[in-house]
C-alpha cells in the first residue's frame, strides 16, 4: 500500500457508478469510454474487485457488472486491498545489523525487537487502514451527491442506458468481454 495506483481511483469511481445503478449492470466497457481511460486498463481492474467479492459479473447483450453488496458495506480498504494486493507501508530492511561498528556481529541489544523506524512505520500503517476501513462507498457517495447537482446524475444515467440500448447481438460478445 505504499503508493496506491490509478487502478484505485478509476476502480473507485467505476463502482460509485455502480452504486448511483442499483440493479443496472454496466459493463467497463462504457465505464472505461465515460471516463476517457483504455477500455483494457479497467478490463484488468474489475476481475479483482469481482475475486474480492465486491462486484459480480452478469452475461449477456445488457450484461455487466453490478455491486455484489451494499455501498455501506464495501470499505475503501476492501477496494485498495482487492486492486493493489495487502502490501506493506514500509518494507524494513533491518539494516540496523549491519552497522560497520559492528564488524558482521552485531550485538543483540542493537537487533532486539522491532525497529523502532519499523515501529513508526507500522503504527503510521495501521492508522492509515483503519482510516480506509471506516470509509465505505455510501460515504463518498454522500459526499459527490452533495457536491453535483441533481441534473448530472440524470445526464449520466441517461448516457449510460443509450450506450445499453445502442448494444448489438453482434456486439455482445465484445462487450461481454470486456465487461
Known amino acids: 500500500m505504499a503508493h496506491m495506483t490509478a487502478g484505485v481511483e478509476y476502480g473507485?469511481?467505476?463502482l460509485l457508478w455502480l452504486a448511483s445503478s442499483p440493479g443496472t449492470p454496466l459493463s467497463s466497457r462504457d465505464l472505461a469510454?465515460?471516463?476517457g481511460i483504455s477500455r483494457s486498463f479497467l478490463a484488468k481492474v474489475f476481475p479483482k474487485l469481482e475475486k474480492a467479492g465486491i462486484v459480480s459479473a452478469s452475461e449477456g447483450i445488457n450484461g455487466g457488472y453490478l455491486l455484489a453488496r451494499q455501498p455501506g458495506d464495501i470499505t475503501v480498504l476492501e477496494v485498495i486491498d482487492a486492486i493493489e494486493g495487502k502490501k506493506p507501508l514500509?518494507?524494513?530492511?533491518?539494516i540496523r545489523g549491519r552497522c560497520a561498528v559492528y564488524r558482521e556481529r552485531p550485538p543483540s541489544w542493537a537487533t532486539k525487537g522491532v525497529c523502532a523506524i519499523h515501529a513508526v512505520m507500522l503504527r503510521a500503517e495501521k492508522a492509515m487502514r483503519d482510516s480506509l476501513a471506516s470509509q465505505t462507498l455510501a460515504d463518498i457517495a454522500g459526499d459527490l451527491g452533495g457536491k453535483a447537482p441533481p441534473e448530472f446524475s440524470d445526464d449520466v444515467r441517461k448516457w449510460l442506458a443509450d450506450r445499453t440500448k445502442?448494444?448489438?447481438?453482434?456486439?455482445?460478445?465484445?462487450?461481454r468481454a470486456l465487461s
Not at 445502442?166 to 462487450?175: K, L, Q
Open 12 to 14: 473507485l469511481h467505476c
Open 33 to 35: 469510454d465515460f471516463q
Open 90 to 94: 514500509f518494507d524494513c530492511q533491518e
Open 166 to 175: 445502442g448494444r448489438t447481438r453482434s456486439g455482445a460478445t465484445e462487450d
